[in-house]
């Protein structure tokens, strides 16, 4: 269910790739529309890429329910994977037992290893995607060994994120983490 702020192309890989490979006969994935009603073309290439069955443009709580539940548009599922916000999963909570889902996950978390090999601008690239989930509260850890420059990661970070178009989201949280 990828979606919210910006589109999460990688959770849909992530989620889809590994229903494909547990050879689920068939994928339906929600999320929620842009503002003007269309899905982000990137994600849309990915799912048909990954040959996802069946695309609803809905997103949150509200797809939980109908993936749990089943609307008059909406087969209801056997179960529910993907990442999502509080109300996500409490919505998940309450579908638990009707259907099978994931995980009751907290805020993401990742860590980014660099030794003296690592290229600078790939760190900042791997911190800025894990900002995008744009929850607030999200983690990250950078472990770095004596010889990586942490000036050049944040410059990186810096030069990185006014070229994305949603680089007021991704700012608010480095202005928290930094």
Do not use: C, W
Request: hydrophobic residues 45%.
């Amino acid at each position: 269910m990828p979606g919210g702020n910006v589109p999460l192309v990688s959770t849909v890989i992530m989620t889809a790739t590994l229903a494909k490979v547990a050879e689920v006969k068939h994928i339906a994935v929600t999320t929620p529309p842009n503002p003007d009603g269309t899905v982000s073309p990137e994600l849309l290439a990915a799912l048909g890429i990954l040959k996802v069955d069946e695309v609803y443009k809905v997103g949150g709580a509200q797809a939980i329910g109908a993936l749990g539940y089943g609307t008059e548009s909406i087969q209801s599922v056997d179960k529910i994977f993907g990442p999502g916000n509080a109300f996500v999963n409490e919505a998940k909570k309450q579908v638990f037992g009707t259907v099978g889902v994931d995980l009751l996950p907290g805020p993401s978390e990742v860590m980014v290893i660099a030794d003296e090999t690592a290229v600078p601008a790939h760190i900042a690239a791997a911190l800025i995607a894990q900002a995008e989930h744009g929850s607030g509260k999200e983690k990250i850890y950078l472990i770095f060994t004596k010889e990586v420059n942490f000036e050049n990661i944040v410059i990186e970070i810096k030069d990185q994120i006014p070229k994305l178009s949603h680089s007021e989201s991704i700012l608010i949280f480095f202005r928290r983490v930094f």
